[in-house]
């Protein structure tokens, strides 16, 4: 059993703690809702008064927040927890940052005594739930292999991707990818359904065929086509449009950085931005289904 701080608990960073608290951790966890922190002292955890009276004698630290702007501003800002943290604690940040920051973050955490890993997830809120989550590791092999049971009781695959930052490439790299083809997906079945074809069964044929892919197999979007994803339920729940739009830009400043061509990942970008601007920012990113859906207008 370890010792874990654990800060954020949002719609990913909730059902992490949670998982952790269910492994036999011993988990104290901070957030600025009351709401989160009464759920996860319901599921066993020590809610702390504070970020900086989490990390007390912890043994690791795990981080979930939303952009570079709050991971910067927990451990270096007015009131940041660095200089709370024990000397030799492992630092565990899941957020998806640019990996100019985490690099940033590593070089001014190890400078202090302490060690860090960048370890953004994949798997959406149903993986964090399930406690199927990959893990796509960035920094010291020594410290990616002493997390591992950590990250572990939250996940079922853990990847290292390279030196600090390297987990921040792999992750936008992926989600720049999962962005083209939910949205290629959404395109294809609203083209078959304004056709008069029954989207289940266009996606069976796709799922059996060459367009087989992740969305359709785990994350349809379409309403009434698969049970249990976000398209089912009115598009809530799951991962936000705008934090998809946050994450393709994450992926056009990482390619403007070595002059990379990504057309289809900026296109899907505009996509997002759109289908944002329509009021859709809070909907999940399945339901950009919605913009290209003939018969649902």
Same mark, same amino acid.
């Given at each position: ?107 001014? =955490?190890? *400078?202090? /005594?302490?060690?860090?890993?960048? %370890?953004?997830?994949? &798997?959406?809120?149903?993986? @964090? !739930? ?20 950590? =990250?572990? *009781?939250? /996940?079922?695959?853990?990847?290292? %991707?390279?030196?600090? &930052?390297?987990?921040?490439? @792999? !992750? ?126």
């Amino acid at each position: 059993m370890a010792r874990i701080g654990f800060i954020g608990l949002g719609n990913m960073g909730g059902p992490m703690a949670t998982n952790l608290v269910n492994a036999g951790h011993d988990v104290h966890v901070f957030d600025l809702s009351a709401e989160a922190l009464q759920r996860l002292e319901a599921a066993g955890a020590s809610v702390a008064s504070s970020a900086a009276d989490a990390v007390q004698n912890v043994e690791y630290v795990v981080s979930m927040l939303p952009a570079d702007k709050h991971v910067k501003s927990l451990y270096f800002g007015e009131q940041g927890i660095a200089g709370a943290i024990q000397k030799g604690t492992l630092i565990i940040d899941s957020s998806t940052i640019s990996a100019e920051t985490a690099r940033e973050l590593a070089g001014e =955490l190890t *400078g202090q /005594g302490l060690r860090f890993i960048d %370890a953004p997830v994949s &798997g959406g809120v149903g993986g @964090a !739930k399930a406690g199927t989550l990959t893990f796509i590791c960035g920094g010291e092999a020594a410290d990616i292999e002493e997390a591992r049971p950590i =990250l572990e *009781g939250m /996940g079922k695959n853990v990847f290292k %991707a390279g030196g600090h &930052g390297a987990g921040q490439v @792999a !992750k936008i790299c992926n989600n720049m990818l999962l962005a083209v083809l939910m949205a290629g997906t959404s395109e294809a079945l609203a083209l078959g359904r304004a056709q008069g074809l029954d989207p289940e069964v266009l996606s069976n044929i796709m799922l059996q065929s060459s367009g087989r892919n992740w969305t359709l197999e785990v994350y349809n979007p379409c309403p009434g086509v698969m049970e249990g994803v976000p398209s089912s339920n009115n598009y809530q729940g799951g991962f936000l449009v705008d934090l998809m739009i946050k994450d393709l830009g994450l992926a056009q400043s990482t390619a403007g950085n070595t002059q990379s061509a990504t057309p289809m990942g900026n296109l899907a970008a505009e996509l997002f931005r759109q289908h944002s601007d329509q009021g859709n920012g809070s909907k999940d990113f399945s339901s950009i289904f919605q913009l290209f859906d003939q018969k649902g207008n």
